[in-house]
């Protein structure tokens, strides 16, 4: 197993640093960011002071290594829009897209799973086809439309609740959160929602494809033949089979959700890490962009990272592979 | 099941089995299975209709919404059902600018087909490029390819894409540029899957043994073999490729609003929501929504249909 | 003795789009405690929905539609489906064919086996992996209590098959239904686990149906035989009347084709034609196609004949010695 473990972690390193190159170079690609900061009537010399100040006299390959050796001091720089470091910056905005991401994986898995388990229990029952009809709407429908209807169904045309903002927040062990507050829960339950949909569309195919394979399954029918009550052979037998795949896919996709989760908050006003990676997009906030992609590769192999070692951990299986 | 009563699944064996279809027979067995589902037919009667709709836009709408000339500020925010200054009853309303809105829905239809279906083919070009070589040729070039691939489907493509728009720059070309490299490892992936289980069939390394060039046995033997799982990424990637660019205008960093696909008219309409100008926002959101929802309607019944698993 | 199981007029049908097919036709016998019925036939014979439908465990589009079983006087089929179900496993249990795949690969075997006995019987989990230890020694695993720890794919197929008779043996089930349990082993561990599951008959009182497409292994293991031909029985009787003096030509020439009975080096007869569809039977005798002593008398249903008890449906029986 730690064999293993070293060999998936050397991969890993190998992916960020080249993903980190090609993210490096791709964002430097874009545009001059000093033309987006200054007042186009400065002076050549106010201009060139600022270029030199951020490095950008450099050649390209030097402003990598200065920008890598800063991270590992971890400094990722400062956002030259809100002149602050963008480390302080994302931290600020991490707990809004932590909370909303949690809520709506949280959603997506206890409607998800139940509606898919039970379209594959009976496939053939009006419930199931209107569960699988919702899942692709679920997944087919661009989340930001979606967002734009709840928008005008219960903000603008019911005023149930806030059509934007992150509400009220107090604080929770060491950081704020809306989740704590009743305000709070009303601003977050819609951009939750929203967010949700596309997940909780997979986990209905993902789990109802894994019951109706395991239902024909022989080991179903030996249960059956032990006199095992349907329930049970659902929840102990079935659940733990189809939770390997279900796990894998759902893990690898909670990194998409963050992605989505630009969209959810550019709806819906959310001030995460989401809606400030597309405003550095569009202030051509070069740093921001930057440390944004660098911190996202990297989350997403530890994503794949993880996925792998709970693979290990449901499936006896890879476990005895894996050299356990 | 097949294990436990083969007394059942030989019933299904029992049928004769026709060694060589014609393409002509192929085909049409293909749409009969395909009219057995009533929602899938619906769903390509719609497609049909919306593409008529979308290029036929010239001819088919009272206005041309690129023309400012054409346009009144008399005319902005009339809601659906009013005559405006043109003497022709607004259908679907005006938006800010006085336009027209069902003209610049189906002129934005135009712009999303085009953009989908243009990312898509090259999307498909690309990936069959990429996964037929991989498979192909096997080894380190196999290694690196479909490690780049796989590291690139772990990335969610809205990501990728909007990444890439960021660093392109706003115009067509440059979102179907980014909605391609966002995509094409899709193709490449199922290409490459199912090109690896062909290639180890006695028929290709019959092929492989006679002085046939390279390029023919990729293009004449392997591609036809991995075409049906294609078709079906091919449906769902073009929806997908729709929703994308829609998404991406929504965002700021897609087309333009002088340029209007559907995503721009949403995200242009979006401002208006909270002064209850909903037709600006909701009707170009329901032509995408039917659109992309179609599309995936089609592709689940081309897959059912197939599913080798479903073959009578 | 009374009949641990009695099945009569058994028959279960398919419904599909392409037609109706009865698997099962009007199959009748009965299996006393402690003894062992092999239910011979090749496959597609209705030998393995025979015993799925006892269980009441056919797959959907098939349904039992008619017939009776009775298992200790019960009659199953007027059972409700949760009646239907404390039934399974308790006094009437199965073994599967294929060990690979009926135990779940990602559940402990003791967990797997707690189960099976907590769920007919009400006792805390302790007791209840004892109880699975216990069935594990009887069906002779060695040093069963790390058995119970282990992932089925951690155990050979052999070992695998023990484990799922020792949980049809968890209740002392009066009837256990045997489907084919030793097909997929070798040779050497096919030997050990009849001899095992005779002892096992005779020793805890279990009536067994053992399915099987091979004559050679029944006629060593059972007390009585039936065979199957396209759903139905055509030959049934004691092991001793069905193997030493077949009278449906059908079993004769399934003893024929057994190359152990005939001369080395000599040849090996057959039985021409293959197996009939189960959706296109011919009219009558179903077995009229391939049999040598056709006539055209065998258009027509074929008779019940019966002598000293062993029954066959045929135009022409045997007469035998």
């Keep these: 197993m730690f064999g293993y473990l070293i060999g998936r972690l050397a991969q890993a390193v190998v992916v960020v640093f080249a993903m980190s190159i090609i993210v490096f170079v791709g964002v430097y690609a874009i545009g001059n960011p000093i033309d987006v900061m200054i007042d186009p009537g400065a002076t050549q010399e106010i201009r060139e002071n600022l270029i030199r100040q951020y490095g950008l006299d450099q050649p390209l390959w030097r402003q990598y290594f200065t920008f890598v050796s800063n991270i590992f001091q971890g400094d990722f720089g400062r956002s030259m829009v809100y002149n602050i470091s963008v480390t302080s910056l994302v931290f600020s905005r991490l707990p809004a897209t932590v909370e909303l991401v949690l809520v709506s994986v949280v959603i997506a898995t206890l409607i998800g799973i139940p509606a898919g388990l039970y379209a594959g229990y009976k496939p053939k029952s009006p419930g199931a086809k209107l569960i699988m009809a919702l899942s692709v709407l679920g997944f087919s429908v661009p989340t930001f439309w979606i967002g734009m209807l709840l928008i005008m169904g219960f903000a603008v045309e019911l005023g149930w609740l806030p059509s934007g903002g992150r509400g009220e927040v107090a604080r929770f062990l060491w950081f704020d959160t809306s989740l704590a507050t009743s305000n709070g829960w009303s601003h977050v339950i819609m951009p939750a929602i929203n967010l949700s949909l596309f997940k909780m569309g997979l986990l209905i195919r993902l789990t109802r494809a894994g019951m109706v394979e395991a239902m024909g399954a022989e080991y179903v029918r030996f249960a059956r033949a032990q006199g095992l009550p349907d329930r049970q052979i659902v929840f102990s037998h079935i659940l733990r089979n189809i939770s390997i795949p279900i796990v894998t896919v759902f893990g690898l996709e909670l990194g998409s959700t963050l992605a989505f989760a630009v969209v959810t908050e550019t709806v819906f006003n959310w001030p995460g890490v989401g809606k400030l990676i597309i405003d550095s997009i569009l202030q051509l906030d070069r740093p921001v962009m930057v440390s944004y992609l660098v911190m996202v590769v990297v989350l997403f192999v530890m994503i794949n990272l993880i996925v792998d070692l709970v693979y290990a951990r449901l499936d006896p299986r890879v476990r005895l592979k894996g050299g356990a | ?312 | 003795m009374s009949a641990a199981l009695d099945v009569s007029g058994l028959t279960t049908r398919f419904d599909t789009r392409g037609g109706s097919v009865t698997a099962v036709n009007d199959v009748s016998f009965s299996v006393e405690s402690g003894r062992i019925l092999g239910l011979v036939g090749e496959s597609g014979s209705g030998k393995s929905v025979t015993g799925f439908s006892i269980m009441g465990l056919v797959d959907e589009p098939g349904q039992v539609v008619a017939g009776s079983v009775t298992v200790d006087g019960v009659d199953l089929r007027s059972l409700s489906d949760d009646d239907m179900r404390k039934m399974r496993g308790s006094r009437l249990a199965m073994v599967f064919q294929d060990p690979m795949m009926t135990l779940n690969p990602v559940l402990r075997i003791g967990d797997q086996m707690a189960m099976a006995v907590r769920v007919h019987r009400k006792m805390p989990r302790r007791d209840a992996l004892e109880e699975s230890r216990k069935a594990l020694e009887i069906v002779g695993i060695p040093s069963p209590a790390e058995r119970l720890k282990a992932y089925p794919h951690q155990l050979s197929g052999g070992m695998r098959q023990r484990v799922a008779i020792a949980m049809a043996l968890l209740h002392r089930p009066s009837v256990i239904i045997a489907d084919e349990p030793t097909t997929a082993l070798d040779v050497s561990i096919q030997g050990q686990i009849l001899a095992e599951v005779r002892r096992l008959a005779d020793d805890i009182g279990t009536a067994i149906v053992w399915v099987t497409h091979d004559l050679a292994v029944v006629s060593s293991l059972a007390d009585d035989i039936c065979v199957m031909y396209a759903g139905r029985i055509v030959e049934r009787g004691t092991a001793e009347q069905v193997i030493g003096n077949p009278r449906h030509p059908y079993t004769q020439g399934l003893l024929d084709s057994i190359p152990a009975r005939q001369e080395p080096g000599g040849h090996l007869p057959q039985i021409p034609g293959s197996t009939p569809q189960l959706s296109r039977l011919p009219s009558g005798c179903p077995f009229r196609p391939r049999c040598s002593r056709a006539t055209e008398q065998c258009k027509s249903e074929p008779p019940i004949d019966s002598r000293d008890g062993q029954i066959v449906l045929c135009h022409h029986p045997l007469e035998g010695s």
């Design chain 2, 1 to 312: 099941m097949n294990n436990t009563s083969p007394d059942n699944s030989n019933v299904a064996d029992s049928l004769p089995v026709i060694a060589r279809e014609t393409t002509a027979t192929r085909l049409r067995n293909f749409w009969s299975d395909y009219c057995e589902s009533r929602v899938a037919l619906i769903a390509l009667f719609i497609i049909v209709v919306l593409t008529i709709g979308a290029f036929g836009a010239p001819w088919l709408v009272p206005q041309d919404p690129y023309d400012l000339s054409l346009l009144e500020w008399s005319d902005a925010f009339l809601p659906p059902g009013e005559v405006g200054s043109g003497g022709y009853t607004l259908l679907l309303g005006t938006d800010n600018a006085g336009r027209d809105m069902l003209s610049a829905i189906l002129y934005g239809l135009r712009t999303s087909f085009v953009i989908g279906l243009s990312a898509g083919v090259l999307a498909l070009t690309v990936g069959i490029i990429v996964g037929l070589s991989a498979a192909y040729f096997g080894g380190r070039l196999e290694a690196l390819l479909m490690r780049i691939v796989d590291l690139q489907l772990s990335m969610p493509a809205i990501l990728l894409a909007l990444v890439l728009v960021a660093m392109l720059g706003q115009g067509v070309p440059q979102i179907i540029l980014a909605l391609v490299v966002a995509q094409y490892a899709y193709f490449a992936r199922t290409t490459h899957g199912a090109a690896s289980v062909e290639r180890r069939k006695d028929y290709i390394e019959a092929a492989r043994s006679t002085p046939l060039p390279t390029r023919r046995i990729m293009f004449r033997h392997l591609l036809p073999n991995v075409l049906p799982p294609l078709i079906v990424v091919a449906t769902v990637q073009v929806a997908s490729a729709i929703s994308l660019e829609a998404t991406l205008s929504f965002l700021g960093v897609g087309l333009p609003l002088t340029e209007p696909s559907l995503g721009s008219l949403i995200s242009n309409g979006f401002k208006y929501i909270h002064a209850g100008r909903y037709w600006l926002s909701i009707y170009p959101g329901i032509f995408l929504m039917i659109t992309v929802v179609a599309i995936n309607l089609v592709g689940d019944q081309v897959r059912t249909v197939l599913d080798p698993r479903n073959s009578r």
